[in-house]
T-cell receptor, first 111, second 113 residues
Framework: AQSVTQLDSQVPVFEEAPVELRCNYS??????LFWYVQYPNQGLQLLLK??????LVKGINGFEAEFNKSQTSFHLRKPSVHISDTAEYFC?????????FGKGTMLLVSP | DTEVTQTPKHLVMGMTNKKSLKCEQH?????MYWYKQKAKKPPELMFV???????INESVPSRFSPECPNSSLLNLHLHALQPEDSALYLC????????????FGPGTRLTVL
């Protein structure tokens, strides 16, 4: 079985500041890792994914994440956030065909 | 085109009604999914169809009945729902399953009175 922990339920940050959203996972098998974003009243949109290869993954909208196998982490970062980045962010793992989501982190960007 | 469409966007129904949610994709994906998402919670997997066959049913009550008429369409038939079934219902599709990225639709906001 696998699980995902997003330690921060909410992260407030000022516009143009850097941000890191934390994600830790546990699994008895190799996993694939994903970050999805959900804007209010919308579906989920893929930000980035790690399947194999380089541990630093770049995604859309200036986001990136680093896979750290020894720490079983896949933290999401952005060097400078915008108001429009305000949304719910979900980390997910997938050993096979299904996704296991974390509880989500609400990123609140204020001017 | 990486679009998954869902209709209707909003649905209000009584506990004795029968209604259906519809999901469509034209990306040639062979795996399709139904998720239920309550407010402030992550999506919960309900069903997975792979090559038009039901491959996963996450112990969902029988008042939810999925159907995959063809490789592009996925329906969720609803009957005798309870108020606690009110939620955002999300459809997703992926190439075949496995490591493939799941693409999500915008969801149907369901309210059961």
């Amino acid at each position: 079985a696998q699980s995902v922990t997003q330690l921060d339920s909410q992260v407030p940050v000022f516009e143009e500041a850097p941000v890191e959203l934390r994600c830790n996972y546990s699994s008895s098998v190799s996993v694939y890792l994903f970050w999805y974003v959900q804007y209010p009243n919308q579906g989920l949109q893929l930000l980035l994914k790690y399947l194999s290869g380089s541990t630093l993954v770049k995604g859309i909208n200036g986001f990136e994440a680093e896979f750290n196998k020894s720490q079983t982490s896949f933290h999401l970062r952005k060097p400078s956030v915008h108001i429009s980045d305000t949304a719910e962010y979900f980390c997910a793992v997938s050993p096979y065909s299904t996704l296991t989501f974390g509880k989500g982190t609400m990123l609140l960007v204020s001017p | 085109d990486t679009e998954v469409t869902q209709t209707p966007k909003h649905l209000v129904m009584g506990m004795t009604n029968k209604k259906s949610l519809k999901c469509e994709q034209h990306m040639g994906h062979r795996a399709m999914y139904w998720y239920k998402q309550k407010a402030k919670k992550p999506p919960e997997l309900m069903f997975v169809y792979s090559y038009e066959k039901l491959s996963i049913n996450e112990s969902v009550p029988s008042r939810f009945s999925p159907e995959c008429p063809n490789s592009s369409l996925l329906n969720l038939h609803l009957h005798a729902l309870q108020p606690e079934d009110s939620a955002l219902y999300l459809c997703a599709s992926s190439q075949t399953g496995s490591t493939d990225t799941q693409y999500f639709g915008p969801g149907t906001r369901l309210t059961v009175l």
